[in-house]
């Protein structure tokens, strides 16, 4: 089976055309970065309209790598949601009305689903039950995951997502967006023992995150240093990272150990970012635990893992309808994502 998957969220427009379950012919992703750094955030009525003047061009160029066209394509997967309804939209349609104009089934997707799934991409794959910690500028959540349709949510941030955190405390140093890139490039100069900022642990047993007393912690030290140069820069966005990824190794040890299970994925923008998984993996390994890391560019948003979630999603859901609409909030939860 060709899959064409189509992904327009957020601020990334992307297209894969994927093989059967894991053979990617083509992975093309057009981001906005440009666009939106002035602003120091993603401006959702720029997003949507970069979406409508970039899509075409995406789709027939990931076709293009691909050495496919339409005909060749068998099904057609989508982002449905969440995300920025107006990003949505534009995908969601266009994939929709490309379904229909070739005689294709298409299927909406669960962005969420994407990333959690986006280990299967990867030449070695988990075995079910595994946990997935998913971090991103829009996400810091737990799951498990005990099939391709069911996942059970274990926590969820509380407040700032952790990518949210780093765009934030970015902009707030004024080094320049996005924040999850330009934090690691200084923070590689730094030294992360040289601020003592908080570890939000929550109540005893919690699975939940928490980073906007992490950020006002940062502001506060920024705010009380004479001298801002580079090198406090560096140490202050050291700090900041380290206290970021220790919380979510952390907490993404404590669910294993309470739900008793050693195999872990992790996804999401965020888990590009090398602090990251360099300690996860050294910490799994100590602890005893399979870590699958996919690639850095399966860790963003991209749309082989919409193409790969949605070749599954139609084994149990079926194909979608003309009256399917986009969602802003995810559907998976504390019920399985498969039809009852």
């Known amino acids: 089976m060709i899959t064409l998957g189509i992904e327009s969220s957020c601020d990334d427009t992307a297209a894969a055309v994927l093989e059967d379950d894991d053979i990617i012919l083509a992975n093309v992703v057009s981001g906005q970065d440009a666009i939106h750094a002035r602003f120091g955030g993603v401006v959702p009525e720029l997003a949507s309209r970069r979406h409508m003047e970039a899509i075409t061009v995406v789709v027939d160029e990931a076709l293009r790598r691909a050495a496919r066209d339409l005909s060749d394509i068998d099904l057609i997967a989508v982002t449905q949601g969440p995300g920025l309804i107006g990003s949505l ?41 595994y946990l997935a910690l998913i971090v991103s500028g829009g996400t810091s959540a737990l799951f498990r995951a005990d099939d391709f349709f069911t996942f059970t949510l274990l926590g969820r941030t509380r407040d700032d997502a952790a990518g949210e955190a780093f765009d934030k405390i970015a902009r707030l140093l004024g080094i320049g967006y996005p924040g999850g890139p330009v934090i690691s490039r200084y923070a590689r100069q730094g030294d992360a023992k040289r601020f003592a900022l908080p570890r939000a642990w929550l109540e005893e047993g919690s699975l939940d995150f928490s980073f906007s007393g992490l950020k006002t912690a940062v502001l506060s030290q920024y705010r009380q240093s004479g001298d801002r140069d580079d090198r406090l820069l560096a140490d202050l966005c050291a700090s900041f990272e380290q206290a970021v990824v220790d919380v979510l190794v952390g907490k993404a040890l404590r669910a294993a150990e309470q739900q008793g299970i050693t195999s872990l994925v992790l996804g999401g923008g965020v888990s590009a970012n090398a602090a990251l998984r360099t300690t996860m993996t050294d910490r799994c390994r100590d602890a005893g635990i399979r870590l699958h890391l996919p690639a850095v560019p399966h860790c963003t948003d991209n749309a082989a893992m919409i193409a790969f979630a949605g070749r599954k999603w139609l084994q149990h859901k079926g194909p979608g309808t003309w009256s399917d609409d986009v969602f802003s909030r995810s559907q998976l939860g504390q019920v399985s994502a498969a039809p009852r």
Do not use: I, N, Q, W
Request: glycine share 12%.
């Open 89 to 129: 939209l534009v995908g969601f349609s266009y994939a929709k009305a490309l379904a229909y104009t070739v005689g294709r089934p298409f299927v909406g997707v669960d962005h969420m689903a994407g990333h959690l799934l986006s280990a299967f991409l990867e030449p070695v794959k988990p075995g079910f039950p």
